[in-house]
């Protein structure tokens, strides 16, 4: 936004000597100088520029040039030297813009306030200052006034400026009611619309901006071609992070870690973009995926990045980074980073609710309680959240009456809140106090009589109602009477009266009799006719000798005999057949039986030594050896036995007959089992 130019002003005498020895040297180096000027070569600019200012130091067109070159390469402390020089004290908004780029917030804006008479182009830059200190409703006036007043080309510009200091106003305040710009015709004003609507806690409305804004950008980018599809998706990175924090807030964890890890695998260059996604992430692991925060975190808390954060930005990622350390099972770094964080953020009542976790972690009951107690005394103005977490602890452990006296300390408006009054009633109850909490209530109820908006009344009638039932419990009919008549007039629903009728019926008939002529009548059926009870108890069930009667009355009920409804029968269903039952055939009888108690159970069967016929002895020792006549007479008179005839028996082998005489041999499967090694039972 920088324009080369050459000064009208007269030269110094200085100059105008240098010129005078040094002219025709001086007029080519300044042709030179021009020639780069137009090709738009900054370094030899400077180049130029510096054999310029060898000749002739005080030359003011050649600072001027450098300067400005400078700029243009980002070498902002070489060009705020240069810039300081006296014969550039004119050049006010150079300097400003050079100390904004340096991250000077203050001397910018300090040197712009001190000039007289601000052009519309610093009076912009102020406004892109304030909006960097987070004065926002400051930069909205200004920006207001300069889109009233300069009309030029980038009209469009100050008026995204414009929204997007109204959104980051809202942010900080909720009730600021100046509302962005109607006009939504570009993706930029439709993002800033979006980030208002968030502001306001209209996720819906967001979600479809944003959606808008993604098609806007899309369309507005395709045509373009300097911008390929890979720059499109990283142009339409902001928005997607946008999009996903307003999944987030909708409960679509999936869908907002998809958009997250999308932008993230892109690789954007925008550090502030990869912080703020990184950081989110972290808040959906939460406990789960600590390793991957682990990662996330040093992304979010860039340096780089840091000075593109705002400072609530800033503040949700360092408490985060100290809740990882929590989950990460490190207390000391934990409890470390708490105590930081409470000097950083002293207004802060997060720091001191996660030392308090982290204590009740480590079960320090104690110390849970009196690092909560310091925190309500030195900050008792703004300690509500912390004092329903010392309640909250009290009850944990059953202390009843300390939850009660913390709950007693709180301010008005969020002792006589229904959700707390709900947690002291709920307690006296449990301490079998109904006095004290007939007390709390009305106290209560006196509290929010004074209340001029809606939720104040809202919340007086809630509590009058829970008043008076709880009276009616107790048997004080006469104050739930006065308390349901009020409730009444001023809220006109049937339930109210039928509660005052109820109560009054108790010791005022003829008064309740009175009311009940206001109940609206019932009415049933599709034709919106009045209910006849006579009718309704002449048809309907009713109860008569403690048994059920039904339907319509016959003649036996009409001569006094009531009609009994006989059970009815149900039809009962087959049983589920086994798995592996045979079609045609029955299921055993004894199947669910176990095995030991069915009928036909024989008992288990011994299992036979293999070593039965084995004879017992010292190791080594051998049966007595059997002569061969023996032997042949042996297997002859087995021959008879079997077969009850002088059959001769088949001749054995010498090898057979030999063998004979040994041991009788196992059979091949026992001696495979006896072979094998015992193996013991694995544990």
């Known amino acids: 936004f920088f324009f080369f130019f050459f000064s009208n002003e007269h030269p110094s005498p200085t100059s105008m000597a240098a010129a ?184 819906g409305a967001a979600r479809a901006l944003l959606q808008k804004a993604e098609v806007l950008c899309r369309e507005s980018l395709a045509d373009d071609p300097d911008f390929t599809e890979e720059d499109v998706e990283l142009e339409l990175g902001l928005i997607r992070v946008q999009l996903g924090y307003t999944e987030q807030c909708l409960g679509n964890k999936a869908e907002a870690m998809r958009l997250y890890a999308a932008v993230l695998k892109l690789k954007p260059s925008d550090v502030a973009l990869v912080a703020v996604a990184s950081n989110n992430i972290i808040a959906l692991n939460q406990e789960h995926g600590v390793f991957d925060s682990k990662k996330k975190v040093k992304a979010a808390t860039n340096e780089a990045a840091q000075s593109k954060l705002t400072s609530q930005q800033k503040q949700a990622i360092d408490m985060n980074q100290c809740l990882l350390l929590m989950y990460m099972n490190q207390p000391a770094a934990c409890r470390s980073m708490c105590d930081e964080l409470m000097k950083k953020y002293p207004d802060s009542d997060v720091p001191v609710l996660i030392q308090a976790s982290c204590f009740r972690r480590e079960k320090k009951s104690k110390m849970v309680t009196e690092c909560l107690k310091n925190f309500v005394k030195s900050h008792p103005q703004a300690a ?135 109940l609206p009548a019932m009415v049933l059926g599709v034709d919106s006719s009045p209910l006849d009870v006579d009718a309704l108890e002449a048809s309907q069930t009713i109860l008569r000798t403690g048994k059920r009667v039904i339907g319509t009355l016959s003649k036996a009920a009409e001569a006094g005999a009531p009609i009994v409804r006989t059970k009815r029968r149900r039809k009962k269903r087959p049983g589920k057949p086994p798995k592996n039952l045979v079609p045609g055939t029955k299921p055993d009888p004894e199947r669910w039986l176990p095995k030991w108690q069915r009928s036909y159970y024989g008992g288990r069967k ?78």
């Open 384 to 518: 509500h959240r912390v004092q329903m977490v010392l309640v909250q602890h009290s009850m944990s452990q059953n202390n009843f009456e300390e939850a009660q006296r913390y709950i007693g300390e709180m301010a008005p408006r969020w002792r006589h809140c229904p959700a707390m009054v709900g947690v002291n009633v709920g307690m006296s109850l449990k301490q079998n106090k109904p006095e004290d909490a007939v007390c709390i209530l009305d106290a209560a109820v006196d509290f929010w009589k004074s209340a001029k908006d809606d939720v104040g009344r809202e919340y007086r009638h809630k509590l009058m109602e829970v008043c008076g039932k709880l009276k009616m419990d107790l048997h004080k009919y006469q104050e739930a009477t006065s308390v349901f008549e009020q409730l009444a007039t001023e809220v006109k629903d049937a339930r109210n009266l039928a509660q005052l009728i109820t109560a009054m019926a108790r010791f005022d008939v003829s008064r309740a009799e009175e009311y009940v002529g206001s």
């Open 20 to 203: 005078a020895g040094n002219g025709e040297q001086l007029r080519q180096l300044f042709t030179e100088l021009n020639r780069h000027i137009e090709e738009g070569n900054h370094v030899k600019v400077v180049a130029s520029s510096d054999k310029v200012l060898a000749i002739a130091p005080d030359d003011k067109d050649a600072l001027h040039c450098k300067a400005v070159s400078l700029l243009q390469q980002g070498l902002y402390e070489q060009a705020l030297r240069v810039l300081q020089k006296p014969q550039l004290s004119n050049l006010v908004f150079e300097r400003a813009y050079t100390l904004f780029k340096l991250q000077s917030f203050e001397e910018a804006l300090d040197l712009i306030q001190k000039t007289p008479d601000p052009s519309p182009a610093l009076q912009e830059l102020q406004a892109q200052l304030l909006y960097r200190l987070e004065r926002f409703e400051e930069s909205v006036k200004l920006f207001s006034t300069l889109t009233r007043t300069v009309k030029d080309d980038y009209q469009y510009e100050r008026t995204t400026n414009l929204d997007a200091a109204i959104a980051a106003q809202t942010a900080l305040d909720p009730s600021y009611e100046v509302a962005p710009s109607v006009g939504l015709q570009t993706y930029e004003l439709c993002y800033n619309a979006a980030c208002h609507a968030l502001a306001r806690a209209d996720i």
């Open 606 to 683: 011994k299992k036979r030594n293999p070593n039965f016929n084995v004879s017992k002895g010292t190791q080594g020792a051998a049966l007595p050896t059997v002569s061969e006549p023996a032997a042949a007479a042996a297997t002859s008179s087995s021959g008879k036995d079997k077969a009850g005839a002088a059959t001769p028996s088949p001749q054995a082998s010498p090898r057979a007959k030999a063998g004979a005489a040994a041991s009788p041999q196992q059979p091949p499967q026992q001696q495979q089992q006896s072979g094998k090694k015992k193996k013991g039972k694995k544990h």
